[in-house]
């Protein structure tokens, strides 16, 4: 386990389509319920660094997930917890 940040990851990888693809495993606290919690995301080291410094907007960081997963990584709000928020 390592750091970037306030964000702390584990690599796992995985074998799709005869494909090496890395997963990261993002662990979040949740602003919500204050809850941490840990999403498997296919993101980079670098890209979480290009995020943490601030200077790109997070869809331009992480380009191939949806929203949830976005807001995930940015506020450790899962996609059932926003749901249940806001319908």
Known sequence: MGSVGYFYYL???TITNNQNKKIM???RKS???GKTQTM???VTEEQM???E???ELIQNCFPDLDAG???FIKT???PEEWQKTFG
Request: charged share 30%; glycine share 8%; net charge positive.
């Open 49 to 51: 660094r290009k995020y």
């Open 31 to 33: 602003m919500f319920t």
């Open 76 to 78: 450790g709000v899962t």
């Open 53 to 55: 410094t601030g200077r």
């Open 25 to 27: 495993q993002i662990t």
């Open 40 to 42: 498997d995301l296919a």
């Open 11 to 13: 690599y796992t990888i």
């Open 69 to 71: 997963e976005r807001e």
